[in-house]
């Protein structure tokens, strides 16, 4: 059994049994990519679209909740209109080039990343991650109608590998239960806490930021010009940071720097987060929480 980790936004690729999983004999994969997010299922596209053949594990359905990377820069853009998926993600995102920069309540500097006319994509869109992702998939379903070698597996669970000479042998949980495969080449894409680089001992060395930011996705209707805002020190989170961001669906995303030793499930508290909002937006603008979640 796979049990989920988290919640789906769409579910994009439900799990069905495939005919590796009552072979006699472990099949052979030119290429498998543990983890279907973004950068997972971009490089299957990327593969598949130039006819190299290419199998997706991913241990969900479908992508998680959640605004989490929201703002796509021009050059992942123009990335994305190469790959088939840029069109889709433009016209759902919410452009932006400029963003202010606030200390207390007062403007002390402002920036334009794109000043200039002419160019085919803007210097950011704001976009859910969900989103971001389910266009990809989309591309891919179109190119698999097309004939191209690309398969996503939903609910399928890399549990265990082992290292050979010319390949890569698997072990992979799903609903039905367990099966194995080979990989001629496998690639993890599952994540800063990836599984596949816990199986093979390599570390993932680096130094935290010893800090915690609270996001609070609200739904809201403002007319706040679609821009960056970004507060030290602001009156409703003194001696901290802020941001805001506007998203699409009238979705807003806040965040709040917290500080680093905080009780998590305190912050996380819904009277807690709607209290932050409230001093933010005032007493005049009613929202509602749509998600929330912290990150280090």
């Avoid at 679209?49 to 605004?67: A, E, F, K, N």
């Avoid at 989309?138 to 996503?152: F, S």
Wanted: proline fraction near 6%.
């Amino acid at each position: 059994m796979v049990d989920p980790r988290y919640r789906t936004a769409f579910r994009l690729y439900p799990y069905e049994r495939v005919p590796d999983q009552d072979a006699s004999a472990p099949r052979r994969h030119k290429v498998v990519i543990v983890g279907g997010g973004p950068i997972g299922m971009a490089l299957a596209l990327d593969l598949g679209r130039r006819d190299v053949p290419v199998l997706i594990l991913d241990d969900h359905d479908g992508v998680g909740q959640g605004s989490r990377a929201i703002c796509f820069a021009k050059r992942t853009l123009e990335i994305c209109d190469r790959l088939g998926c840029g069109d889709p993600m433009v016209g759902k995102g919410v452009f932006w080039n400029l963003g202010r920069v606030f200390e207390g309540e007062e403007e002390i500097y402002a920036f334009n990343l794109l000043p200039e006319d002419g160019h085919r994509r803007p210097a950011f869109i704001n976009l859910q991650q969900p989103y971001f992702e389910k266009f990809i998939v989309e591309e891919i379903r179109r190119q698999q109608a097309a004939g191209k070698p690309i398969e996503i597996r939903g609910c399928n669970r890399v549990t265990a590998l082992r290292q050979h000479r010319d390949h890569v042998s698997l072990d992979i949980e799903t609903p039905d239960g367990p099966y194995r495969a080979e990989a001629n080449w496998l690639i993890a894409t599952d994540g800063a806490n990836s599984s596949v680089r816990g199986m093979l001992g390599l570390g993932f060395e680096g130094r935290t930021f010893e800090d915690n930011f609270l996001i609070a996705d609200i739904r809201m209707n403002a007319n706040f010009p679609t821009e960056r805002r970004f507060w030290f020190d602001p009156p409703f989170n003194p001696g901290q940071t802020a941001l805001m961001h506007k998203q699409p669906d009238d979705v807003w995303r806040l965040d709040f720097q917290l500080g680093w030793d905080i009780d998590r499930s305190a912050e996380l508290d819904e009277g807690r987060v709607r209290a932050r909002v409230r001093g933010m937006l005032g007493d005049a603008i009613d929202f509602d929480l749509v998600w929330t979640s912290i990150y280090t």
